[in-house]
C-alpha cells in the first residue's frame, strides 16, 4: 500500500508505505540518502512506530497525513528538516 504526499511546506514529496512488514515507512523524493525511515508517533522517527495491519486505503492514508501534520508542526516549530 502506497501514499504520497507533495508538500508545498518542505516543498518534497513524500512517499509512505508498507512493505512485507506492517511498519510504515516514509522516502522523502529530495534525499535519497534519508529514504525508508520508520515512521512512529507524534511526526518523528524514534519512539513508537507506526504500523498498518488493514486492507482499507483511506484507513492508511489517514495514519499517513496524520503523522505529515505532526512532522509539519515540529518542522514549523523548530525549522528542521528531520
Known amino acids: 500500500m502506497v501514499c504520497t504526499i507533495k508538500s508545498k511546506i518542505i516543498n ?3 512517499n509512505f508505505s508498507v ?3 506492517h511498519y510504515i ?3 522523502f523524493e529530495s534525499d535519497k540518502d534519508f529514504n525508508h525511515k520508520q515512521i512512529c508517533k507524534g511526526g ?6 507506526l504500523s498498518y495491519f488493514g486492507e482499507s486505503e483511506k484507513a ?3 495514519i499517513c497525513k496524520t503523522w ?3 512532522y509539519i508542526a515540529d518542522f514549523k516549530k523548530y525549522d528542521y528538516r528531520y
Open 68 to 70: 505529515y501534520r505532526s
Open 19 to 21: 512493505i512485507g512488514s
Open 44 to 49: 518523528d522517527f524514534m519512539g513508537s512506530t
Open 60 to 62: 492508511f492514508k489517514d
Open 12 to 14: 518534497d514529496t513524500l
Open 25 to 27: 515507512y516514509v522516502d
